[in-house]
């Protein structure tokens, strides 16, 4: 059983219903499974109602309401009458400035629908002005929303356990190599997904906790170095880390080489004990704990 599934063990004093959006992906995904499990109503909203991918997530109950960030009216629709929202936005699909704004848009039409609690994803660090840009996209949101006058809290994931399991990474891996444009002995805060979809959800669950924080999330840090023995450990066979030289990551993605180099130079400043103290109900995963429990076979994590 997940430990979505699980809760923790824990029922909700009061059931709420939230608007989800990338509910069909990895984050979306995970606050919707943390959110359902502990007794909420979750609505998500979704460009193809009839996409294949939503049966699982409509025998679970899920309220699926068509919607994107292009369409204003439609996102206000989706967000009548909920308690909550969760949202995320990505600079992938049409890069940072067109991120700003559809986030933006999406706050808009939050405030117009009259939703009395927003949590926004963003990224750790993203206020520290790094010049990274699908850190300065976020934060360019985290500023609207505070302008907006929407009651909001900001959850700020550091880098994702689960990018070990990209395709491309996870052949690498299963090939004996764990490679990183980092220094061997550099520290990475990382965030399992599950330990921010339950964290999210304690932040939904909260409003008059937490209105206007901002909160970096991270589970563990770890060393490139450590993280190849920890991989060699599970895997049963050598794992070597390689430092990949920025060059090579710049020539792929100006973006993330750029995010490289300040990883290199500054990093994450998630206090990761401070929350395993304050926050002990998410139940958060060291790296060697969430290792153990990754298919590294290859297929779905």
Do not use: C
């Not at 004093?13 to 995970?30: A, E, F, N, P, R």
Request: proline letters at 4%; hydrophobic letters at 40%; aromatic letters at 8%.
């Amino acid at each position: 059983m997940s430990d979505a599934a699980k809760s923790k063990g824990r029922t909700a004093t009061k059931s709420l219903l939230v608007l989800v959006t990338g509910i069909t992906g990895k984050q979306g995904g995970h606050v919707a499974q943390h959110l359902l499990a502990r007794g909420h109503r979750v609505r998500g909203m979704v460009r193809d109602p009839s996409s294949s991918k939503l049966g699982t997530l409509r025998s679970q109950g899920v309220e699926i309401s068509k919607g994107s960030f292009g369409d204003p009216s439609a996102m206000e629709k989706a967000a009548k009458g909920v308690n909550a929202m969760f949202l995320m936005s990505t600079s992938f699909e049409g890069g940072p400035a067109a991120e700003t704004r559809q986030a933006n848009a999406a706050i808009d039409a939050a405030k117009a629908a009259g939703v009395p609690w927003l949590v926004y994803s963003s990224v750790g660090d993203a206020d520290r002005k790094t010049g990274i840009p699908h850190f300065e996209s976020k934060f360019a949101v985290e500023e609207y929303l505070r302008r907006s006058g929407v009651p909001y809290a900001v959850s700020a994931p550091t880098s994702f356990m689960e990018n070990y399991l990209i395709p491309f990474q996870l052949a690498s891996i299963q090939q004996g190599k764990l490679g990183l444009a980092l220094s061997p002995d550099k520290l990475l805060q990382q965030v399992a997904l599950d330990d921010l979809g339950a964290f999210v959800t304690h932040l939904l669950e909260n409003p008059s906790q937490f209105r206007g924080q901002r909160i970096n999330v991270a589970s563990d840090a770890l060393t490139g170095r450590n993280a190849a023995r920890i991989l060699s450990d599970v895997l049963g066979r050598k794992v070597e880390f390689q430092s990949v030289p920025l060059e090579v990551l710049r020539s792929q993605n100006a973006d993330y080489a750029k995010m490289y180099e300040w990883l290199e130079r500054a990093g994450y400043t998630a206090d990761i004990e401070g929350l395993r103290r304050d926050y002990p109900e998410v139940g958060w995963h060291r790296f060697h704990e969430w290792a153990a429990r990754q298919n590294w076979a290859g297929g779905k994590p």
